[in-house]
């Protein structure tokens, strides 16, 4: 059974920064897509950024962009979502995710397997 667990979020003021981290396990994910989504209060899980299986395609929401930077640990079972300079409209619950394919995708339903999420919160 694949397990995701998320580490990192907390709170920071405007223009910090905070660094995610998601371990998977229970199958190796060499050949997996590796994604964060996250969701506000009220409103639906948007996809945030994805990583393809190789590590060497990153790919970003407009909103997000030349600010967070997402990569995948040298074990490839892992991703990491470092973000800086955020912005209140940051705020959300993150979530870590892969499918069982090799390249990105983008919306909810490409992807198989979820963490629990954590907290990220971003005061003005």
């Known amino acids: 059974q694949v397990h995701l667990v998320e580490f990192g979020g907390g709170l920071v003021q405007t223009g910090g920064s905070l660094r995610l981290f998601c371990a998977a396990s229970?199958?190796?994910?060499?050949?997996?897509?590796m994604a964060w989504f996250r969701q506000a209060p009220g409103k639906e899980r948007e996809w945030v950024a994805a990583?393809?299986?190789?590590?060497?395609?990153?790919k970003y929401t407009e909103s997000v962009k030349g600010r967070f930077t997402i990569s995948r640990g040298g074990a490839r079972n892992t991703v990491y979502l470092e973000m800086n300079n955020m912005k209140p409209e940051d705020t959300a619950v993150y979530y870590c995710?892969?499918?069982?394919?090799?390249?990105?995708?983008?919306?909810?339903?490409?992807?198989?397997?979820w963490g629990q999420g954590t907290q990220v919160t971003v005061t003005s």
């Open positions: 229970g199958r190796p994910f060499n050949d997996y897509a």
């Open positions: 990583i393809d299986d190789e590590g060497t395609r990153p």
């Open positions: 995710t892969t499918r069982t394919e090799a390249k990105t995708g983008y919306n909810v339903a490409s992807y198989n397997y």
